[in-house]
């Protein structure tokens, strides 16, 4: 099978408007007769089940927690780009285009990229129209904040809620169809296998997860939006139950799988506490705006810290090493993510972490605390404060911008950031990679979709902060409901798409016969064992940093804790009830598959490019070195049955708007 | 447009009705304070006496009071029964009760006791109204010499009964909790909250439920004890 | 740290259900409640028993999906607090911690700790939406907000829809929930359009559930995990009332 990226013809700016004017449409009256399946109602499948339902469509929309108001969007913090230039500083949809382009490290597809842009200002728009209350200045218009790898103002937010802000407004638009009946919702469903019809996607099989029913549910197309893989690692800032089982399971019946090894770690995470840990906490990076990040300037220093001798405040000025400041004084705090964590991660090989682990960097709001006290004296006309005033008017600026992250930090360690630093580290966040799609989101299985994080298509080999929002209601609100008319225009004279035809059988059959091996399979471990294990391998050799023997390693590893799994695996309960401990099963099955993909893409590419840094591919600094010649592509896997068996096609990137550069922040 | 009886099954009407018969009947209690308080003014040439069923006579003939009188009963009978079908409906939304509650540690023992205090407090209206009201109504009574009716007396014998004393005293500290929620919690219902005033009409709500059963509570006390 | 913990168990929704004890042993303090939960149910597990079902999602406070009645009080005791914000410091060694699910009857439970709210999604699908198709809206800064308000509806809008409200309320109340809806819409140019139909709408569809009344307790504001204030419920007091009076 070739890859047809079906990228429009024509100059970039034109290229979106051209494509919308050509392709085919639905009317509105044949919209009714044609049934669409949304699996997941993150930001993506949320807006896409709204918007298509607006539209008219039958919509079916599933989610594995017992409300769509529950998906991982909502944990989302910093904020949504758009190139709306309301702050007047220069910014355009060029700029956000360029700037994701090179965010991602020159591995992302120049026109996806640009439509993204170009559509980023309605959905501002589109929020604010729905009551999502964004941040605003007195005059009552809506506030900017900088965010990572930009120089330009263009992040709207909602405190440090905005991922949750941005889902209710989704998801109340959701809620808006249910009550009309345009949107059948499958609360507590979850999707555990797709079924392919004359070679096209036709319907899934589900999980009622309440009683265990295994359900037909079919469609004329099926839109995957069921988010990332972050949690092959275990830990991550993922949510307990996020998963890659839908985007697994299309993989293994036919969707190709791109760029499995770009994974993004993000730098400011609470660090792990203990092997009891069951997920880590994201500190959100527009505290990055405010907080500078350093460590000890000399070994006596941190020994006494971690000791508990001197107090990090203690410290002086100028026995403390700002690294980003002083690695890159351009950018400086304010660097991209993958970036930022690896320069956390140097200091900490170095022996310079703070904690007991040696694996924490601090992120201090002093000095941003002393200054805006300042401003606000000025501003309430306080004459030579004292210290103690200056401080406690600056407490109150930060706790106005970052007050809930304040305090979520507070709770969990115990510590007060107001009065002493944070302490952080990298932890995985996002991952770029994911199903492979066009232009018009379609994988490579006709009629099967994917949006929002469990696509590829529009961060390259890292994303930017605050892009993840603004792609995943991109492709939700603004992309699938013009390009799914392009393929359903086709099947207005199909009509209801039976459920009881031989692909459903074998469909369900092979669903079954995998809960009947877990349900009966008489081992001695519970799942929660395997899938740190896993966890462990994967953060040790294809995490921050990643080198040939390790990736090797890491196969081998995965292959033989694979084999233990499924023998030695304890499932308790029954099949027919609800059981958590069988969906856990499910999950990790397939992250041990998945993981395997993973390191070997990371063997395969032998480059260093944004989130995926190659040991063997650095230059004498220590900086990621890209290798354009021979990796400027896409590595879409097609499943062949085993996952280190998985077949590479290369989608060719053309950089035909962007010059392609060593990426510099310094 | 539903009609008001239908608006009645609303769960936030019977709320506002609750509130409204609340806040009327709150300021009856003042009017009903401030004729008791002539029960307390000395009586050694029956001034006191003469006064009081002057405010008695008043109180019953008077057409413009006999008016608000039986919005009065109305209030005190729909403020009862309406507080009861809530108490009902609410009980019914929590079929399983929890087998360790703690909800002292959000909320004050008055506001989680509204149906008990205000069962304590109808029971009192009932043994009071029977006591005084009924038979000034519909019995014979001694006569004063003014030639009013001579309520003072009956109450003052009364006030002599220490059962009927102690029925008094508690039922005044019943209606001291029910009003130490009750006051403010009918603002909140008919949408009164500002930042401004919900202290203040706190404060005043805390107060009155202090001082007006205590003035209540106060009269057979001090007649109890007095010669 | 060792402790006692005794968790209601019910294998589904006729099952008649009991607290169950277990103990637990070596806890660390820095350990969040859902970890020590964790730890018990592999501790089940491995003893061939079936591990104790909850509701649990983002583990960071902000997907409203765990939902534990713990020692008398929804979320535990901390204050501002979800489930799986608390942290085992909050407990001496010894405790005796008691695990229930939200009780209500608009809340059925499914299995042990795990309770069904979907009354709360339908509640929002009766009215707790702007009707605003995608691609109809102006440009964003057309409206211009009060920022006082915009705070306001925002304060409204951080409600999580865990249910610690209704299971917190005596009388099983959803007023805190409906009215944090109904406040942020009705604060905001955008939403107060059809601020009467929605009040209207969200209040039947709340009755209609089994929802208890408001008594003004003051619980919910207490234990609501994002400290939605009472001046919400207040202010649906007022639409509502507007509303009914006013309608056609």
Same mark, same amino acid.
């Given at each position: 099978?070739?890859?047809?990226?079906?990228?429009?013809?024509?100059?970039?700016?034109?290229?979106?408007?051209?494509?919308?004017?050509?392709?085919?449409?639905?009317?509105?009256? /044949?919209?009714?007769?044609?049934? =669409?399946? &949304?699996?997941? #109602?993150?930001? $993506?499948? +949320?807006?896409?089940?709204?918007? %298509?339902?607006?539209?008219?469509?039958?919509?079916?929309?599933?989610?594995?927690?017992?409300?769509?108001?529950?998906?991982?969007?909502?944990?989302?913090?910093?904020?949504?780009?758009?190139?709306?230039?309301?702050?007047?500083?220069?910014?355009?949809?060029?700029?956000?285009?360029?700037?994701?382009?090179?965010?991602?490290?020159?591995?992302?597809?120049?026109?996806?990229?640009?439509?993204?842009?170009?559509?980023?200002?309605?959905?501002?728009?589109?929020?604010?129209?729905?009551?999502?209350?964004?941040?605003?200045?007195?005059?009552?218009?809506?506030? /900017?904040?900088?965010?990572?790898? =930009?120089? &330009?103002?263009? #992040?709207?937010? $909602?405190? +440090?809620?905005?991922?949750?802000? %941005?889902?209710?407004?989704?998801?109340?638009?959701?809620?808006?169809?249910?009550?009309?009946?345009?949107?059948?919702?499958?609360?507590?469903?979850?999707?555990?296998?797709?079924?392919?019809?004359?070679?096209?996607?036709?319907?899934?099989?589900?999980?009622?997860?309440?009683?265990?029913?295994?359900?037909?549910?079919?469609?004329?197309?099926?839109?995957?939006?069921?988010?990332?893989?972050?949690?092959?690692?275990?830990?991550?800032?993922?949510?307990?139950?996020?998963?890659?089982?839908?985007?697994?399971?299309?993989?293994?019946?036919?969707?190709?799988?791109?760029?499995?090894?770009?994974?993004?770690?993000?730098?400011?995470?609470?660090?792990?506490? +203990?092997?009891?840990?069951?997920? %880590?906490?994201?500190?959100?990076?527009?505290?990055?705006?405010?907080?500078?990040?350093?460590?000890?300037?000399?070994?006596?220093?941190?020994?006494?810290?971690?000791?508990?001798?001197?107090?990090?405040?203690?410290?002086?000025?100028?026995?403390?090493?700002?690294?980003?400041?002083?690695?890159?004084?351009?950018?400086?705090?304010?660097?991209?993510?993958?970036?930022?964590?690896?320069?956390?991660?140097?200091?900490?090989?170095?022996?310079?972490?703070?904690?007991?682990?040696?694996?924490?960097?601090?992120?201090?709001?002093?000095?941003?605390?002393?200054?805006?006290?300042?401003?606000?004296?000025?501003?309430?006309?306080?004459?030579?404060?004292?210290?103690?005033?200056?401080?406690?008017?600056?407490?109150?600026?930060?706790?106005?911008?970052?007050?809930?992250?304040?305090?979520?930090?507070?709770?969990?360690?115990?510590?007060?950031?107001?009065?002493?630093?944070?302490?952080?580290?990298?932890?995985?966040?996002?991952?770029?990679?994911?199903?492979?799609?066009?232009?018009?989101?379609?994988?490579?299985?006709?009629?099967?979709?994917?949006?929002?994080?469990?696509?590829?298509?529009?961060?390259?080999?890292?994303?930017?902060?605050?892009?993840?929002?603004?792609?995943?209601?991109?492709?939700?609100?603004?992309?699938?409901?013009?390009?799914?008319?392009?393929?359903?225009?086709?099947?207005?004279?199909?009509?209801?798409?039976?459920?009881?035809?031989?692909?459903?059988?074998?469909?369900?059959?092979?669903?079954?016969?995998?809960?009947?091996?877990?349900?009966?399979?008489?081992?001695?471990?519970?799942?929660?064992?395997?899938?740190?294990?896993?966890?462990?391998?994967?953060?040790?050799?294809?995490?921050?940093?990643?080198?040939?023997?390790?990736?090797?390693?890491?196969?081998?590893?995965?292959?033989?804790?694979?084999?233990?799994?499924?023998?030695?695996?304890?499932?308790?309960?029954?099949?027919?009830?609800?059981?958590?401990?069988?969906?856990?099963?499910?999950?990790?099955?397939?992250?041990?598959?998945?993981?395997?993909?993973?390191?070997?893409?990371?063997?395969?590419?032998?480059?260093?490019?944004?989130?995926?840094?190659?040991?063997?591919?650095?230059?004498?600094?220590?900086?990621?070195?890209?290798?354009?010649?021979?990796?400027?592509?896409?590595?879409?896997?097609?499943?062949?049955?085993?996952?280190?068996?998985?077949?590479?096609?290369?989608?060719?990137?053309?950089?035909?708007?962007?010059?392609?550069?060593?990426?510099?922040?310094? | 447009?539903?009609?008001?009886?239908?608006?009645?099954?609303?769960?936030?009407?019977?709320?506002?009705?609750?509130?409204?018969?609340?806040?009327?009947?709150?300021?009856f209690l003042i009017v009903h304070l401030l004729g008791n308080l002539a029960l307390l003014g000395s009586n050694d040439g029956n001034e006191a006496q003469i006064a009081f069923n002057e405010y008695t006579k008043f109180m019953t003939?008077?057409?413009?009071?006999?008016?608000?009188?039986?919005?009065?009963?109305?209030?005190?009978?729909?403020?009862?029964?309406?507080?009861?079908?809530?108490?009902?409906?609410?009980?019914?939304?929590?079929?399983?009760?929890?087998?360790?509650?703690?909800?002292?540690?959000?909320?004050?023992?008055?506001?989680?006791?509204?149906?008990?205090?205000?069962?304590?407090?109808?029971?009192f209206?009932?043994?009071h109204?029977?006591s005084f009201w009924?038979k000034y109504?519909?019995?014979?009574m001694p006569?004063d010499p003014m030639?009013n009716k001579d309520m003072y007396s009956i109450v003052v014998l009364s006030f002599k009964e220490l059962w009927y004393v102690l029925l008094y005293v508690v039922s005044m500290a019943?209606l001291a909790?029910?009003l130490?929620?009750?006051?403010?919690?009918?603002?909140?219902?008919?949408?009164?909250?500002?930042?401004?005033?919900?202290?203040?009409?706190?404060?005043?709500?805390?107060a009155f439920s202090i001082i007006v059963p205590a003035a209540f509570a106060a009269i057979p006390l001090v007649i109890y004890f007095s010669n | 740290?060792?402790?006692?913990?005794?968790?209601?168990?019910?294998?589904?929704?006729?099952?008649?259900?009991?607290?169950?004890?277990?103990?637990?042993?070596?806890?660390?303090?820095?350990?969040?409640?859902?970890?020590?939960?964790?730890?018990?149910?592999?501790?089940?597990?491995?003893?061939?028993?079936?591990?104790?079902?909850?509701?649990?999602?983002?583990?960071?406070?902000?997907?409203?999906?765990?939902?534990?009645?713990?020692?008398?009080?929804?979320?535990?005791?901390?204050?501002?607090?979800?489930?799986?914000?608390?942290?085992?410091?909050?407990?001496?060694?010894?405790?005796?911690?008691?695990?229930?699910?939200?009780?209500?009857?608009?809340?059925?439970?499914?299995?042990?700790?795990?309770?069904?709210?979907?009354?709360?999604?339908?509640?929002?699908?009766?009215?707790?939406?702007?009707?605003?198709?995608?691609?109809?809206?102006?440009?964003?800064?057309?409206?211009?907000?009060?920022?006082?308000?915009?705070?306001?509806?925002?304060?409204?809008?951080?409600?999580?829809?865990?249910?610690?409200?209704?299971?917190?309320?005596?009388?099983?109340?959803?007023?805190?929930?409906?009215?944090?809806?109904?406040?942020?819409?009705?604060?905001?140019?955008?939403?107060?359009?059809?601020?009467?139909?929605?009040?209207?709408?969200?209040?039947?569809?709340?009755?209609?559930?089994?929802?208890?009344?408001?008594?003004?307790?003051?619980?919910?504001?207490?234990?609501?995990?994002?400290?939605?204030?009472?001046?919400?419920?207040?202010?649906?007091?007022?639409?509502?009332?507007?509303?009914?009076?006013?309608?056609?």
């Open positions: 099978m070739s890859l047809d990226s079906k990228i429009p013809e024509g100059p970039i700016a034109e290229k979106w408007t051209n494509h919308k004017n050509n392709i085919k449409l639905v009317n509105p009256a /044949n919209k009714r007769l044609i049934d =669409v399946i &949304v699996i997941g #109602t993150g930001l $993506a499948g +949320g807006s896409a089940a709204a918007s %298509l339902a607006e539209m008219g469509y039958n919509v079916k929309a599933f989610c594995f927690q017992d409300s769509p108001r529950r998906a991982h969007s909502i944990a989302a913090q910093g904020g949504i780009n758009a190139a709306k230039n309301y702050q007047n500083d220069g910014d355009s949809t060029y700029r956000l285009f360029y700037d994701t382009v090179k965010g991602g490290d020159y591995r992302s597809r120049e026109a996806n990229v640009y439509r993204l842009a170009e559509v980023s200002a309605n959905i501002i728009d589109q929020c604010v129209a729905q009551g999502v209350p964004f941040a605003r200045e007195y005059g009552g218009l809506l506030d /900017n904040r900088s965010f990572g790898g =930009v120089q &330009v103002s263009r #992040t709207f937010y $909602a405190k +440090g809620q905005t991922g949750q802000q %941005l889902l209710l407004g989704a998801y109340s638009a959701m809620e808006r169809q249910i009550g009309k009946g345009k949107i059948q919702m499958y609360d507590r469903h979850e999707m555990l296998d797709l079924v392919v019809v004359d070679g096209k996607a036709r319907g899934i099989i589900a999980r009622n997860l309440i009683n265990g029913e295994i359900e037909r549910h079919s469609a004329h197309a099926v839109l995957i939006c069921s988010g990332g893989y972050g949690n092959v690692f275990f830990l991550s800032t993922n949510a307990m139950g996020s998963n890659a089982t839908a985007a697994w399971k299309i993989h293994q019946k036919g969707a190709h799988f791109a760029n499995p090894c770009y994974t993004q770690i993000h730098p400011t995470c609470i660090p792990v506490s +203990g092997d009891y840990q069951s997920k %880590l906490t994201l500190m959100s990076e527009s505290l990055r705006n405010d907080g500078r990040i350093w460590v000890p300037k000399k070994k006596e220093d941190v020994e006494a810290i971690r000791s508990g001798k001197l107090r990090p405040r203690e410290i002086k000025e100028e026995d403390r090493d700002y690294y980003l400041e002083r690695r890159y004084p351009s950018f400086g705090n304010l660097v991209p993510r993958d970036v930022a964590s690896r320069a956390a991660k140097e200091r900490c090989d170095a022996g310079y972490g703070v904690n007991q682990t040696g694996e924490a960097v601090f992120l201090d709001f002093a000095s941003a605390i002393m200054r805006y006290g300042r401003e606000a004296a000025n501003v309430q006309g306080i004459h030579n404060p004292d210290e103690k005033t200056i401080k406690k008017l600056g407490d109150e600026v930060i706790a106005n911008k970052y007050g809930n992250l304040f305090q979520m930090y507070e709770k969990i360690t115990d510590d007060n950031p107001y009065e002493t630093p944070m302490k952080i580290y990298p932890a995985v966040h996002y991952t770029m990679g994911g199903v492979w799609v066009d232009y018009n989101l379609m994988t490579s299985i006709p009629g099967c979709y994917a949006l929002g994080e469990a696509n590829f298509s529009d961060h390259g080999a890292n994303r930017l902060g605050a892009s993840a929002l603004m792609q995943g209601l991109a492709d939700g609100y603004f992309v699938i409901p013009y390009t799914i008319g392009d393929y359903l225009a086709d099947d207005i004279r199909t009509g209801t798409i039976p459920t009881d035809t031989p692909e459903f059988d074998a469909a369900e059959k092979a669903v079954q016969e995998r809960i009947n091996h877990f349900m009966n399979n008489k081992g001695s471990k519970p799942v929660d064992h395997f899938h740190k294990r896993l966890g462990k391998i994967m953060w040790e050799k294809c995490g921050m940093a990643r080198n040939e023997k390790g990736l090797k390693e890491a196969i081998a590893e995965i292959q033989e804790l694979r084999k233990e799994f499924w023998a030695d695996v304890k499932v308790p309960g029954t099949a027919n009830s609800f059981n958590q401990e069988l969906e856990k099963a499910g999950r990790v099955a397939d992250f041990l598959e998945l993981g395997e993909l993973m390191c070997l893409d990371a063997l395969t590419r032998a480059e260093s490019c944004g989130g995926h840094f190659r040991e063997e591919s650095q230059t004498d600094e220590g900086e990621a070195m890209r290798n354009d010649k021979d990796f400027t592509y896409v590595a879409a896997w097609e499943y062949t049955g085993e996952p280190s068996a998985a077949k590479l096609h290369k989608e060719e990137l053309k950089y035909e708007n962007i010059e392609l550069k060593q990426r510099s922040y310094k | 447009m539903a009609t008001p009886f239908a608006l009645l099954k609303t769960s936030l009407v019977k709320k506002y009705w609750m509130s409204l018969t609340g806040i009327f009947l709150i300021t003939t008077f057409p413009l009071i006999k008016i608000v009188s039986y919005v009065l009963y109305f209030s005190i009978l729909f403020h009862a029964i309406d507080g009861l079908m809530l108490v009902a409906q609410n009980k019914k939304a929590r079929p399983v009760k929890y087998a360790h509650n703690k909800p002292e540690k959000n909320s004050i023992w008055a506001s989680r006791n509204m149906g008990l205090l205000g069962t304590v407090i109808l029971i209206i009932v043994t109204m029977g009924f109504k519909f019995t014979e006569i030639g019943a909790f029910h130490y929620h009750g006051f403010s919690s009918a603002f909140q219902t008919l949408g009164v909250n500002h930042p401004k005033y919900t202290p203040v009409i706190k404060k005043v709500g805390y | 740290m060792n402790l006692t913990i005794k968790v209601w168990r019910q294998d589904g929704p006729s099952d008649k259900g009991k607290m169950v004890d277990y103990k637990l042993t070596d806890i660390s303090p820095d350990q969040s409640f859902l970890e020590m939960m964790d730890v018990l149910n592999n501790q089940i597990i491995e003893e061939g028993g079936e591990p104790i079902a909850f509701d649990h999602d983002c583990r960071e406070g902000i997907c409203g999906m765990c939902s534990m009645y713990i020692n008398g009080e929804a979320h535990g005791p901390g204050r501002g607090v979800t489930t799986c914000q608390l942290h085992m410091r909050s407990f001496n060694d010894g405790d005796t911690i008691y695990v229930e699910p939200w009780r209500a009857k608009a809340f059925p439970v499914i299995k042990d700790l795990v309770v069904d709210r979907t009354s709360f999604d339908r509640i929002i699908a009766s009215g707790g939406y702007v009707s605003v198709n995608t691609g109809a809206a102006q440009d964003a800064n057309a409206l211009p907000v009060n920022k006082d308000d915009a705070d306001a509806a925002f304060d409204a809008a951080t409600c999580i829809g865990c249910g610690a409200c209704v299971a917190t309320c005596k009388n099983s109340s959803a007023m805190l929930f409906v009215s944090a809806k109904v406040s942020q819409l009705s604060l905001l140019p955008q939403g107060k359009v059809e601020a009467h139909d929605r009040v209207l709408n969200m209040v039947k569809q709340m009755d209609e559930e089994g929802f208890g009344n408001c008594t003004n307790t003051g619980a919910c504001e207490v234990e609501c995990p994002k400290g939605i204030s009472l001046e919400n419920i207040a202010r649906m007091n007022r639409e509502f009332m507007f509303a009914s009076l006013t309608n056609k």
